[in-house]
């Protein structure tokens, strides 16, 4: 028994020096799914999504990284490098579609959220790049812990007294947390 988790735990050792090789080596990327609206069929703007470009195993779901990197605290580092690349992206897209107005949007983990320094630093980088919040929405999977939780309160009030949008996933919501919803700073309910 103690042998498989030691084992286990090697495994485990092993991995997380990969993930940490891959930010180092900028295997992470985003793609972009686009945001059509099914009226007109015109792009609305994109949700972000990171993958890893693995070397030898190829692109990679965030199931098989994300709590890798939430453990080892680098899903700090995930945020900042996510919306600085999707503000680089959403100007490229925006010069080259400059009658379009685009919002782009970034998933955020529950465990960033518990930064307490997560909203000053995503304004700070928004000011840095001369960004618009208004052109950017913020997702949050779990809606629940926004009301349960100060410190993610605060920073989703924050970031949307900034000007982000902010979106719930809508799948694991009941009746009582869409009423919990019309209270709160959530502007968009993903389905």
């Known amino acids: 028994f103690y042998a498989s988790i030691k084992e286990e735990e090697m495994d485990n050792m092993l991995y997380y020096q990969e993930v940490k090789h891959a930010i180092l080596n900028k295997e ?66 925006a010069e080259k579609y400059p009658t379009i107005p685009l919002r782009f949007s970034l998933n955020l983990s529950t465990k960033q959220l518990l930064d307490s320094n997560l909203a000053n630093k995503f304004i700070d980088i928004m000011n840095k790049n001369n960004a618009k919040p208004e052109h950017y929405m913020l997702e949050i999977s779990d809606f629940m812990v926004v009301e349960k939780i100060a410190i993610i309160k605060t920073n989703i009030y924050k970031l949307r007294d900034y000007g982000f949008k902010i979106a719930v996933d809508g799948f694991e919501l009941d009746g009582q947390s869409v009423q919990a919803i019309q209270k709160s700073p959530i502007d968009v309910i993903k389905l």
């Open 28 to 93: 992470f990327v985003l793609y972009y799914q686009p945001i059509v609206n099914l009226v007109d069929k015109t792009m609305q703007g994109a949700e972000a999504l990171m993958r890893w470009n693995h070397p030898t195993k190829g692109v990679q779901a965030p199931s098989t990284f994300l709590k890798v990197l939430e453990q080892s605290g680098d899903i700090k580092w995930v945020g900042e490098w996510g919306i600085e690349s999707m503000i680089r992206m959403h100007n490229l897209m």
